[in-house]
T-cell receptor, first 113, second 119 residues
Framework: ELKVEQNPLFLSMQEGKNYTIYCNYS?????LYWYRQDPGKSLESLFV?????AVKQEGRLMASLDTKARLSTLHITAAVHDLSATYFC?????????????FGTGTRLQVTL | NAGVTQTPKFQVLKTGQSMTLQCAQD?????MSWYRQDPGMGLRLIHY???????DQGEVPNGYNVSRSTTEDFPLRLLSAAPSQTSVYFC??????????????????FGPGTRLTVL
């Protein structure tokens, strides 16, 4: 059974600081997603990582994937208040046409002024 | 495109009542799925479908039924609601693996969610 673990579960950080969220998973996969969710809202796709060594950046967020270590990271650079949200990673296990996303429990990020 | 739509947005049921959560997408995606989100547990897959007439169980299927008669619609039925089914439900859709278009990379699109309370 695939397990996806995120840490930390909660992160309070000051504006301007850097931090990294970690996503570990237990089964081989070469496709990983990062999502953002604001309170009471749906999930917004941030990054799709499709291969070992993949790195994607958008603004102050950068995601990377190491399939050998079964680890993805979401790095936050110089945090701003607008980044406050819950961030989820999700691992895709595909077999033929069957495709299942297994989500981590999420990291609630709070950026304080 | 409207993307993925869900109705209703909110619903309160009494234990034992039945209801159907509606989900529709207009992106011609083969793959559709239902998730529930509970505090501290992330999203868990309930059922999914890879095309009209084909459905399969996810991680937490008990108490839920689905059918897929068209590509566009994927309703989720609660036959006899229980308080344990109080949750936020999200429908999602995507292209099947192997149908990758460079601009989408099999991105999964989520609906706005249905907040269900069972008393």
């Amino acid at each position: 059974e695939l397990k996806v673990e995120q840490n930390p579960l909660f992160l309070s950080m000051q504006e301007g600081k850097n931090y990294t969220i970690y996503c570990n998973y237990s089964t081989t996969s070469d496709r990983l997603y990062w999502y953002r969710q604001d309170p009471g809202k749906s999930l917004e796709s941030l990054f799709v990582l499709l291969s070992n060594g993949a790195v994607k950046q958008e603004g102050r967020l950068m995601a990377s994937l190491d399939t050998k270590a079964r680890l993805s990271t979401l790095h936050i650079t110089a945090a701003v208040h607008d980044l406050s949200a819950t961030y989820f990673c999700a691992v895709d296990i595909s077999a033929g046409t069957a495709s299942k996303l297994t989500f981590g429990t999420g990291t609630r990020l709070q950026v304080t002024l | 495109n409207a993307g993925v739509t869900q109705t209703p947005k909110f619903q309160v049921l009494k234990t034992g009542q039945s209801m159907t959560l509606q989900c529709a997408q207009d992106m011609n995606h083969e793959y559709m799925s239902w998730y529930r989100q509970d505090p501290g547990m992330g999203l868990r897959l309930i059922h999914y479908s890879v095309g009209a007439g084909i459905t399969d169980q996810g991680e937490v299927p008990n108490g839920y039924n689905v059918s897929r008669s068209t590509t566009e619609d994927f309703p989720l039925r609660l036959l006899s609601a229980a308080p344990s089914q109080t949750s936020v439900y999200f429908c999602a859709s995507r292209l099947l693996p192997g149908r990758v278009i460079p601009s989408s990379y099999n991105e999964q699109f989520f609906g706005p969610g249905t907040r269900l309370t069972v008393l």
